[in-house]
């Protein structure tokens, strides 16, 4: 054992006065194994970055239901919680928040997804996922989720 402790890279800062702000977000999988993500629209903190699709989870809320209520809202198609499948986390800290974000994976909905928030979508390889300009707290999510599919 080593006395002299140094961080691992990407370690998450103590939170402080930060709230914690719980996210949920879903890995949309098509049937030919791509991604969908969405583009933050203008306006928007972080705009221009991709994200998977989610949000927040309102208070009364579990996450599976948050999911539903966002896909129905930014993307016009319905799934049921038994479609949503855990399949990782992020913990990030942010400058004025901490992010708790649960990924889900979802392949069956109805409807086809169309952006109704401004937002611009497109379907994506996973190999590719890597290529575009995510939050922070989505990075380490792209490497599992390779991992996983």
């Known amino acids: 054992m080593n006395?002299?402790?140094?961080?691992?890279?990407?370690?998450?800062?103590?939170?402080g006065d930060r709230k914690v702000v719980l996210v949920a977000a879903v890995a949309?999988?098509?049937?030919?194994?791509?991604?969908?993500l969405a583009q933050r629209p203008p306006g928007?903190?972080?705009a221009g970055l991709w994200e998977f699709p989610g949000g927040k989870?309102?208070?009364?809320?579990t996450p599976e239901e948050a999911l539903i209520r966002e896909l129905a809202e930014e993307l016009g198609i319905d799934t049921t919680a038994s479609c949503l499948s855990p399949l990782a986390f992020a913990s990030h800290g942010y400058?004025?928040?901490?992010?708790?974000?649960?990924?889900?994976?979802?392949r069956q909905w109805r409807g086809i997804p169309q952006a109704r928030e401004g937002q611009v979508l497109r379907w994506v390889r996973v190999a590719d996922l890597h290529t575009y300009p995510m939050p922070p707290a989505d990075v380490p999510l792209v490497a599992q989720l390779r991992d996983i599919l």
Do not use: N, S, W
């Open 3 to 15: 006395d002299e402790f140094e961080p691992c890279p990407g370690d998450v800062p103590p939170l």
């Open 28 to 36: 949309l999988i098509d049937p030919d194994q791509r991604v969908l």
């Open 44 to 46: 928007k903190a972080m």
């Open 57 to 61: 989870v309102d208070p009364g809320e």
């Open 95 to 106: 400058e004025t928040f901490h992010l708790l974000m649960p990924l889900f994976a979802c």
